[in-house]
């Protein structure tokens, strides 16, 4: 038995599990949901963003508490992204200033509240997913704004999964009141003045602390059912289970393992586990978002800014696998496929298993998630493929948009990229600073 399966699995049947495909129906969902709330909306993301959808998402949860004042209603984002404006952007008070915007107009139920993971952002950020509505578990990747709920024309993609389970809404819930809420370090940041970190570093050593240990709470007793799922939390590098789970998929896999990243940086316990599998002759598939559909990524003719480097740098990273591997991708057993899309991006995480496990989770499958961030993930247990054709169906319409890679030759070079970018990541391997940078990205 692998460690995994040692606490009881939350029962599911077919019908409990919905698999939505594009951030339309995403965004369309969590309003009906919101609206349809009857007891409970507890959020958890890392930013709600203060433009058009995020206006809209906070303006329909206030409108659900002032329609039922006994509806709880509490979200919470991480601390310090809520309080800064957006990258380039003037100095400001961020989201947060929203949220007061808009506490002061509807004086609702509404509380909005910030999680510092670390004393700089920098260093780590609340990166926990998963909307809990009623007895309904919203679990993406998504944060909330424009282009994940796709407000326009553009969007970012992601995985969107509908479980429907009071336990494992309960689980989620009792986390968060028992290990989040209940702390001094976890101020409301809707109401003004807002606190600020100073006030709090003290408390928020403390949660840290304790967070390393947490976990949620699995099912009292096992489920008779052949679908189940269970709740891991991941925070720093010792005793993280969520990153033990991710390491054990890897290793344990017998045929198949399919991996959705957006940024291609694995750790090197898990890059170790990818070669050893194909070595064995595994198969292996890779979904990787290309350069431009990265969350960073600056055309040409914009202004140049250095955080518009990393989706080349992932492309470096990307190129050296590729050119290590020529004999797998030759003989099949290695599928890496590019994502593009127009103009839009691409931030699709998770893990299949022997199309039998399927891992949903904010983890980015890279240094800064296994190491920095405060992760989550839902483990879905489907031995006999109940939901393998939703699975299925939302590989194929992720396919729609990739192209497979035959070797390295089918990606550019440093000789192919612009000259600011050029000059930037040259100084870095230089000095031998690269290294260092890749450990937070």
């Not at 992204?81 to 509807?106: H, P, T, V, W």
């Not at 950020?125 to 679990?139: N, Q, R, S």
């Amino acid at each position: 038995m692998v460690f995994w399966q040692e606490k009881p699995a939350f029962g599911l049947t077919t019908e409990d599990v919905q698999v939505l495909t594009n951030a339309k129906e995403y965004r369309t969902e969590l309003l009906r949901l919101i609206g349809a709330a009857k007891k409970r909306i507890y959020i958890t993301a890392l930013y709600l963003q203060d433009d058009e959808a995020g206006r809209e998402i906070l303006t329909a949860l206030h409108q659900a508490s002032l329609a039922n004042p006994d509806l709880e209603v509490k979200v919470l984002v991480d601390f310090h992204r809520a309080q800064r404006g957006l990258i380039g952007a003037a100095k400001s008070d961020g989201n947060a200033s929203m949220y007061c915007d808009f506490q002061e107009q509807y004086q609702s139920n509404v509380k909005v509240h910030g999680v510092p993971v670390k004393a700089k952002e920098l260093f780590g950020v609340l990166h926990l997913k998963g909307f809990v509505i009623d007895d309904t578990l919203l679990y993406s990747g998504a944060s909330l704004n424009n282009v994940y709920l796709q407000q326009d024309e553009r969007y970012r993609l992601d995985r969107y999964f509908l479980v429907r389970q009071a336990g494992l809404c309960n689980s989620v819930i009792e986390f968060i009141e028992t290990h989040l809420l209940s702390s001094a370090a976890v101020p409301r940041i809707d109401v003004r003045p807002l606190v600020k970190f100073n006030d709090i570093k003290v408390a928020q050593k403390q949660l840290m602390r304790e967070l390393k240990s947490a976990s949620y709470e699995s099912a009292a007793e096992a489920s008779a059912s052949e679908l189940g799922v269970r709740l891991f939390l991941g925070l720093g590098r010792r005793s993280n289970k969520l990153n033990r789970l991710i390491k054990s998929l890897f290793d344990t896999t017998e045929q198949e393992l399919v991996l959705y990243t957006p940024y291609f940086n694995f750790p090197a316990p898990l890059m170790r586990s990818l070669r050893r599998l194909l070595k064995q002759g595994k198969q292996v598939t890779i979904v990787v978002g290309d350069k431009t559909a990265n969350d960073f990524y600056l055309p040409p003719s914009e202004p140049f800014s250095k955080i518009g480097a990393l989706p080349y740098l992932y492309e470096t990273i990307l190129y050296k696998f590729l050119k290590s591997q020529k004999r797998h991708i030759s003989n099949g057993n290695l599928n890496v496929y590019l994502w593009k899309h127009e103009s839009n991006s691409f931030h699709l995480k998770g893990i299949c298993s022997d199309k039998r496990l399927h891992l949903l989770s904010g983890h980015n499958l890279n240094p800064r998630a296994w190491g920095l961030d405060i992760e989550n993930g839902i483990l879905i247990d489907d031995p006999k493929q109940h939901i393998l054709e939703q699975i299925e169906n939302e590989k194929q319409a992720i396919l729609q948009h990739c192209r497979r890679l035959t070797g390295p030759q089918d990606l550019e070079t440093m000789d192919d990229y612009p000259a600011p970018v050029k000059k930037l990541l040259g100084q870095a391997k230089r000095v031998k600073v690269d290294f260092i940078i890749k450990r937070f990205i």
